[in-house]
C-alpha cells in the first residue's frame, strides 16, 4: 500500500507545493475589526421625548489621524498576521478605550470595495452591550477622544415595489447620535429584494455628517441585532444588578427596544428568565417593589 503524499497535477506533493508557493500571486486586501459597545444610561437631562431617565448609548472615538480626521469613529484598527480577529478586537479596543475584558459577540464582515479611501478593506464588527459604570473609558493609540454618545433612530419613510417574483422594499432611517454639544447624523437606505424564495438585503449611506467610514450603517444594523437579540436572548441582564425590580428590567427593555411594553404583557415575556426573591425594594409612599434575579437555567426551560 502506498502512503506517499497525493501529488497534483504538477506532480508535488504537498510539501514542495508549500516550499515553491507565491505569496504574491494574489494582492492581499487589509482585514481590520470595529467594535460597537451600547450601554443603557442615565441621562443627564431628561428629554421629554423619551420614555425614561435612561438612553442607550455607544462608544465612539474622535479620529485623531487621516483619513476623516476630526471626524467620530467607532473604536477599531488593523489586525496584525500574527493574531486572530478576536484577539485584534479586544487589543484595539484596550489600547484606544482602555476597556478590557468584556465579551464580544461577532455581528458581520463589510467588505464593500471602497469602504475605506486608503486601500482594499475588509472589516469584521463586534457587538456587546455592557454596564458603562464598571468601566473606565479613556481615550489612548490615535484615538484623540473617546465618548459615550446617546444614540436614536428614527423610522423616515418606507416604499415597495412589486416585482414579477417578489417585491422590492427600501426603507429610510435616520441616524442620530448626541454628546453634549456633538451631534452626528446618518441617512441610512435599506433595500430588501424578494425574489421567488431568496432575499436579498443592501445598505447604503445617503449621507452621513462627521460619522467616518461606512460606520453610520454598521450602526444601524447593529441597533436592528441589538433589538432582536433581546428578545430571545439574555443580553439585557448584562445590565443589570444581581437583584432588580421588574419595573427597572422593563425600562432597560424599553429603551433598547424604543418603545414603550404593556407592564402584563412585559411580565409573561420574562417570567421564565427570572427568579422571584422574598426581598422588596421600599418606595417612601408606594407599595414596596419585589426583588428579582436573573435564572440562569431559563435556556433549558426553552
Given at each position: 500500500m502506498n502512503h506517499s503524499s497525493p501529488e497534483n497535477k504538477q506532480g508535488q506533493t504537498e510539501q514542495q507545493f508549500l516550499e515553491a508557493y507565491d505569496v504574491?500571486?494574489?494582492?492581499?486586501?487589509?482585514v481590520t475589526v470595529d467594535m460597537l459597545i451600547f450601554t443603557v444610561a442615565d441621562e443627564e437631562e431628561q428629554n421629554y421625548r423619551k420614555l425614561s431617565a435612561k438612553s442607550?448609548?455607544?462608544l465612539l472615538v474622535k479620529r485623531g489621524d487621516h483619513p476623516f480626521i476630526g471626524q467620530w469613529a467607532l473604536p477599531g484598527g488593523f489586525v496584525s498576521p500574527n493574531e486572530s480577529l478576536e484577539e485584534a478586537a479586544k487589543r484595539e479596543l484596550r489600547t484606544e478605550t482602555n476597556i478590557d475584558n468584556i465579551y464580544l459577540e461577532q455581528l458581520y464582515t463589510w467588505g464593500e470595495v471602497d469602504r475605506d479611501p486608503r486601500t482594499r478593506v475588509i472589516s469584521t464588527s463586534y457587538m456587546a452591550l455592557v454596564n458603562s459604570e464598571a468601566l473606565e473609558v479613556v481615550a489612548g493609540d490615535d484615538a484623540a477622544e473617546a465618548e459615550w454618545f446617546q444614540i436614536e433612530d428614527k423610522w423616515l419613510r418606507e416604499t415597495k415595489t412589486a416585482t414579477p417574483d417578489g417585491s422590492i422594499t427600501e426603507k429610510w432611517f435616520e441616524l442620530r447620535l448626541q454628546h453634549e454639544e456633538v451631534e452626528l447624523t446618518a441617512t441610512i437606505k435599506v433595500t430588501k429584494t424578494v425574489a421567488g424564495r431568496i432575499i436579498r438585503e443592501h445598505r447604503e449611506i445617503v449621507e452621513a455628517n462627521q460619522i467616518a467610514f461606512d460606520h453610520a450603517q454598521i450602526i444601524q444594523y447593529a441597533l436592528e441585532r441589538l433589538r432582536?437579540?433581546?428578545e430571545y436572548t439574555d443580553i439585557?441582564?448584562?445590565l443589570m444588578p444581581e437583584l432588580f425590580t421588574l419595573t427597572e428590567l422593563q425600562q432597560v427593555y424599553e429603551v433598547i427596544l424604543g418603545k414603550e411594553l404593556l407592564a402584563a404583557a412585559f411580565r409573561r415575556k420574562v417570567a421564565d428568565k427570572v427568579i422571584e426573591t422574598n426581598q422588596f425594594r421600599k418606595h417612601a409612599g408606594h407599595r414596596p417593589s419585589k426583588y428579582f434575579r436573573f435564572n440562569p437555567e431559563w435556556m433549558d426551560q426553552a
Amino acid at each position: 500500500m502506498n502512503h506517499s503524499s497525493p501529488e497534483n497535477k504538477q506532480g508535488q506533493t504537498e510539501q514542495q507545493f508549500l516550499e515553491a508557493y507565491d505569496v504574491s500571486q494574489f494582492e492581499r486586501p487589509s482585514v481590520t475589526v470595529d467594535m460597537l459597545i451600547f450601554t443603557v444610561a442615565d441621562e443627564e437631562e431628561q428629554n421629554y421625548r423619551k420614555l425614561s431617565a435612561k438612553s442607550l448609548n455607544i462608544l465612539l472615538v474622535k479620529r485623531g489621524d487621516h483619513p476623516f480626521i476630526g471626524q467620530w469613529a467607532l473604536p477599531g484598527g488593523f489586525v496584525s498576521p500574527n493574531e486572530s480577529l478576536e484577539e485584534a478586537a479586544k487589543r484595539e479596543l484596550r489600547t484606544e478605550t482602555n476597556i478590557d475584558n468584556i465579551y464580544l459577540e461577532q455581528l458581520y464582515t463589510w467588505g464593500e470595495v471602497d469602504r475605506d479611501p486608503r486601500t482594499r478593506v475588509i472589516s469584521t464588527s463586534y457587538m456587546a452591550l455592557v454596564n458603562s459604570e464598571a468601566l473606565e473609558v479613556v481615550a489612548g493609540d490615535d484615538a484623540a477622544e473617546a465618548e459615550w454618545f446617546q444614540i436614536e433612530d428614527k423610522w423616515l419613510r418606507e416604499t415597495k415595489t412589486a416585482t414579477p417574483d417578489g417585491s422590492i422594499t427600501e426603507k429610510w432611517f435616520e441616524l442620530r447620535l448626541q454628546h453634549e454639544e456633538v451631534e452626528l447624523t446618518a441617512t441610512i437606505k435599506v433595500t430588501k429584494t424578494v425574489a421567488g424564495r431568496i432575499i436579498r438585503e443592501h445598505r447604503e449611506i445617503v449621507e452621513a455628517n462627521q460619522i467616518a467610514f461606512d460606520h453610520a450603517q454598521i450602526i444601524q444594523y447593529a441597533l436592528e441585532r441589538l433589538r432582536n437579540k433581546i428578545e430571545y436572548t439574555d443580553i439585557a441582564f448584562a445590565l443589570m444588578p444581581e437583584l432588580f425590580t421588574l419595573t427597572e428590567l422593563q425600562q432597560v427593555y424599553e429603551v433598547i427596544l424604543g418603545k414603550e411594553l404593556l407592564a402584563a404583557a412585559f411580565r409573561r415575556k420574562v417570567a421564565d428568565k427570572v427568579i422571584e426573591t422574598n426581598q422588596f425594594r421600599k418606595h417612601a409612599g408606594h407599595r414596596p417593589s419585589k426583588y428579582f434575579r436573573f435564572n440562569p437555567e431559563w435556556m433549558d426551560q426553552a
